[in-house]
């Protein structure tokens, strides 16, 4: 068997809508499991970017890369691993302020896990920490018998160590007309 | 037609005339009906054919687009009109034919309100298209409609569908067309490396046992020419898979038949004893390859493709030429040796002919009463010259005929290959008809499939569509009986049909009709039906429990195909 490992797969496409429909159908039609994806306008205007995390085999990954790269307005399609990315996932955990307070232990938390108070008000108060899935997690786990009210996750971002040249694909697309 | 305010609905018309659009398959109502007016303003120019079924209406621009090149055009009203389309739509995605379908819709401010007739048809067709939208405004029209048929046919083709809301159908707005010449995130002609060039061309000079197996993409990519002449400089003997049928005369003598799991005895057991396998505008089908570890493992493989998808995806390519097959193949050729393969080529002849007495010899020349299948074709080859155009549905005839038809003509066997969908044929035909007004279009078709669309004998007859219908009935739905009784011990689970008189049914639409129960009748009702310049439906009773062979079992090698 060929092993499993984490691809971050990033799509370069036009501004649509459905698309993200039509993605998500590629994964669906051969039962994948997408374990995090998020979308925003890259650094080209009116360009998408979704960062799509799946754990495959590399011929898996490769087919679906494929796959979407075939969408009509679908530009470029990359895959890496982990090691040829740079990523980072947000997380906001929601207290109750009280708890700030009378848990002394709570400050020194938030502060060895540089993570960021975002807000305080009488009754809660909202942490914020970017990182990878195990400091979140970390603080997840160091937080969490105080009380959490609220605990939310982001998709991963991701930016590739090699360039991606997309702005050279588009141009090319200039010239040619 | 610039700077002249006028509605979406005639927009419509005045795209699909931008188009070379004359003719349109649909089905009114409702959400439509703008658009219906202006055809009906407009029917000097753009002839509208109504089907009896909106199912019945795709698969005829499907059957109108694989005989004439072009792209097929099917047009129905929102809700069940749409979803009525689907099965045709994805039996044209995953045969890639250029087939452009266009839907009302609710207004616009009704969207998501589950209005009547509403249903998203955008979101049900997505998986489905190579390409889908919706219109909300008039203005999108023109430049929608123009990217709508350039997807369609470009690179490798695939249907589109166009939703278009009936608010915007209503709307006024300045209309000017101009056709799309390309879209910046698509590019439908991968440019050809010249390294794959290079490299397919040494392994074809160096082969002693080369295959070729050819698919559709020779005949979508209009390169029979390039494909016959490649084929004969290289001298190797070229097996078809369903689709590719028909893109090389089937007498020519490197042709050596169909490969897959009803395919010929000596291609499927030689796949697995050839040096090289070039595989040229086909997919790997998983009923082409059988179990795929086991496939040609012994070969290098050259995959040509247009579509850089299908490289690696079911066998992996040694060598890929990713690009249109038209130059590919023309390039290849200049680089290749002038060679013969008798030796190798003697193989398949000495395969051919334990075949023949296995199993071809008592599908022409049975010994029992009962007629068969494959004599009803050879009777059809004989009076059509093998000139004709072959449409079949799904099921045993469709493997009867695709071996036996004989084919002199590239776009002459119309089927439903990948999606095998039953009720295909009869409505295919009349559009490949339409689309081939000078040919003789042959529809062959079982009892279950035939039954499917059946009420387009109403459209047949309304149009007087000369299209020649011929049943074969063995009263079962004879492909899933054949393996209940090869695989279920004989458990003949809903598979035995009590068909109702075939030939009154026809006699009802008006149309000539006759029923064939005996050899001596078979030739002159096939030769009265062939000669008749009307739509004519011939019932050929044959035998019942009769079974397709050769056989390769579902996820066999295909060097273990069966002869009995």
């Known amino acids: 068997m060929e092993k499993k490992n984490n691809y971050t797969i990033s799509v370069y496409t036009e501004n649509n809508v459905g698309l993200l429909h039509r993605l998500s159908a590629i994964f669906l039609k051969r039962h994948i499991n997408i374990e995090s994806f998020t979308t925003s306008e890259c650094e080209i205007k009116d360009v998408f970017r979704f960062i799509i995390v799946v754990k495959m085999t590399k011929s898996g990954v490769e087919k679906v890369s494929k796959q979407i790269e075939k969408q009509v307005e679908v530009i470029r399609v990359f895959f890496h691993t982990d090691s040829e990315t740079i990523f980072q996932e947000s997380a906001l955990y929601k207290m109750k302020s009280s708890a700030l307070f009378e848990e002394r232990h709570i400050q020194n938390i938030i502060k060895e896990s540089n993570a960021r108070i975002v807000t305080v008000n009488p009754d809660y108060f909202v942490i914020e920490k970017t990182g990878f899935r195990d400091d979140t997690e970390k603080l997840y786990n160091d937080l969490e018998k105080y009380g959490l009210l609220q605990f939310t996750r982001s998709g991963r971002i991701a930016v590739s160590k090699e360039k991606m040249g997309i702005s050279e694909i588009l141009n090319t697309f200039k010239i040619q007309k | 037609m610039k700077n002249k305010k006028i509605s979406g609905a005639e927009a419509v018309v005045h795209s699909l005339l931008n188009e070379g659009v004359d003719l349109i398959w649909g089905y009114p109502g409702g959400a439509i009906m703008p658009v219906y007016d202006e055809f009906y303003k407009f029917q000097d120019k753009l002839q509208h054919i109504l089907a009896r079924h909106e199912q019945g209406a795709i698969h005829a621009a499907q059957g109108y687009a694989r005989s004439s090149g072009r792209v097929g055009v099917a047009i129905a009203t929102s809700g069940p009109g749409a979803t009525n389309l689907v099965t045709g739509i994805a039996d ?49 029209i023109p430049e929608i409609f123009a990217k709508a048929f350039y997807i369609a046919k470009s690179g490798r083709p695939g249907p589109v569908l166009i939703d278009i809301t009936k608010d915007a159908q209503f709307e006024l707005f300045d209309f000017e067309y101009s056709k799309c010449k390309g879209i910046r995130s698509y590019n439908p002609l991968p440019t050809i490396s010249n390294d794959s060039i290079d490299n397919a061309s040494k392994l074809i000079n160096n082969a002693k046992k080369p295959l070729i197996v050819w698919g559709q993409g020779v005949i979508l990519g209009n390169a029979e020419k ?95 030429v990713i690009g249109d097959c038209k130059d590919s193949l023309k390039r290849i050729t200049n680089k290749i040796e002038k060679k013969s393969h008798s030796k190798w080529i003697s193989k398949f002849d000495d395969l051919m002919k334990i075949e023949f007495e296995k199993v071809i010899k008592s599908d022409l020349n049975p010994l029992k009463d009962g007629l068969t299948m494959g004599e009803s074709i050879i009777a059809i080859n004989e009076f059509t010259n093998g000139d004709a155009i072959i449409v079949t549905d799904v099921g045993q005839h469709q493997m009867v005929a695709c071996r036996y038809a004989n084919f002199v003509k590239s776009k002459s066997n119309i089927t439903s290959g990948g999606l095998g969908t039953m009720g295909f044929a009869l409505p295919a035909a009349m559009g490949a008809k339409m689309g081939a007004l000078n040919r003789e279009v042959v529809a062959v078709i079982g009892d279950g499939g035939y039954q499917m669309t059946i009420q387009e004998l109403g459209t047949i007859f309304q149009l007087q569509i000369p299209v020649k219908i011929v ?86 090698s295909v060097s273990d195909i069966r002869l009995n």
Not at chain 2, 257 to 263: D, F, I, R, Y
Not at chain 2, 277 to 285: E, H, K, P, S, T
Not at chain 2, 286 to 314: F, M, W
Request: charged content about 25%.
């Open chain 2, 92 to 140: 044209a995605q995953i045969d890639s034919t250029p087939v452009v379908c266009i839907t009302g819709q609710v207004s616009s401010h009704l969207l998501g309100s589950d209005a009547f007739q509403e249903t998203d048809i955008i979101g049900i067709s997505m998986p489905v298209t190579k390409w889908n939208y919706q219109i909300t405004k008039a203005s999108e």
């Open chain 2, 226 to 320: 390039e494909f016959k002449d490649f084929v004969e400089k290289s001298g190797i003997p070229a097996a078809w898979t369903i689709l590719g049928l028909s893109a090389l005369p089937t007498s020519h003598d490197l042709n050596v038949g169909m490969v897959g799991m009803h395919g010929n005895y000596g291609p499927n057991i030689l796949t697995n004893k050839c040096d090289l396998l070039i595989a040229v505008g086909m997919r790997f089908d998983d009923r082409v390859t059988g179990d795929p570890k086991t496939y040609a493992s012994q070969a290098k493989i050259i995959h040509l493709d247009i579509d850089p998808a299908e490289i690696n995806k079911n066998i992996i390519a040694d060598v890929p």
């Open chain 2, 471 to 556: 049943i074969l009935n063995n009263d079962f739905l004879g492909m899933v009986r054949q393996w209940q009784q090869l695989f279920f011990d004989k458990r003949y689970a809903s598979t035995e049909m009590v068909n109702p008189d075939f030939v009154a049914i026809a006699k009802g639409y008006y149309l000539d009709s006759e029923r064939v129960k005996d050899r001596k009748d078979l030739k002159p009702a096939v030769e009265r039906m062939i000669k008749s310049k009307k739509p004519y439906v011939l019932e050929i009773c044959v035998e019942k429990e009769n079974n397709v062979f050769p056989m390769i079992p579902t996820g066999a």
